[in-house]
């Protein structure tokens, strides 16, 4: 079973600090899909990052896929109320079969007070 | 606008009582599936479909189905429901199996 886990769970923090989400498995991952999830609506693609080590940015969020394409992160610097959500990493992976699917990890809810 | 719409936002009923939630996608994409999300959990996919008339079981199937009779449609039908389909429903559609997937505002769905 490939599986991608997230740590933290949960996360709350004062506006102004930055943090770091992680998404991590033993499998490899074609590619690596971020995607937030606000309160009372689907999740909304952020970012997908595609080559080992790949880095990309927006705005305040940097997004890392690890070298073996085994990992990623994101990262977000000088957080703001504006990026309470829910953030769910999802991977592109191709099995035996070479038939791909897109596995989701569980999620990191982020709070962010005023 | 690119979107997935589903219907009803929110939905209350009974326990038996059969229920459908309706998808549409105005992307053409090929690719729909219907997850749950419930606390903890995360997102579980519940069936997906490849192509119109092309559908298979995801990874919670049970008490569920589906169909692809046009490829802009994919409804979730819930024949018995039961009270541990209490849960929070996306409909998701995308190009590809693996690719980038647009979902829809969700269902909150509570069988009582």
């Known amino acids: 079973t490939q599986l991608l886990e997230q740590s933290p769970q949960f996360l709350s923090i004062q506006e102004g600090e930055n943090l770091t989400v992680y998404c991590n498995s033993s499998s490899v991952f074609s590619s690596l899909q971020w995607y937030r999830q606000e309160p009372g609506e689907g999740p909304v693609l952020l970012v997908t990052?595609?080559?080992?080590?790949e880095v990309k940015k927006l705005k305040r969020l940097t997004f890392q896929f690890g070298d073996a394409r085994k990992d990623s992160s994101l990262h977000i610097t000088a957080a703001q109320p504006g990026d309470t959500g829910l953030y769910l990493c999802a991977g592109a992976w191709f099995g035996s079969s070479n038939t791909g699917k897109l596995i989701f990890g569980q999620g990191t809810t982020l709070q962010v007070k005023p | 606008e690119a979107q997935v719409t589903q219907n009803p936002r929110y939905l209350i009923t009974v326990t038996g009582k059969k229920l459908t939630v309706t998808c549409s996608q105005n992307?053409?994409?090929?690719?729909m599936s219907w997850y749950r999300q419930d606390p903890g959990l995360g997102l579980r996919q519940i069936y997906y479909s490849m192509n119109v008339e092309v559908t298979d079981k995801g990874d919670v199937p049970e008490g569920y189905k589906v169909s692809r009779k046009e490829k802009r449609n994919f409804p979730l039908i819930l024949e018995s429901p039961s009270p541990n389909q209490t849960s929070l429903y996306f409909c998701?559609?995308?190009?590809?199996?693996?690719?980038?997937?647009?979902f829809g505002q969700g269902t909150r769905l509570t069988v009582v």
């Open positions: 990052v595609v080559t080992g080590g």
């Open positions: 992307m053409n994409h090929e690719y």
């Open positions: 998701a559609s995308s190009q590809t199996r693996w690719g980038e997937a647009f």
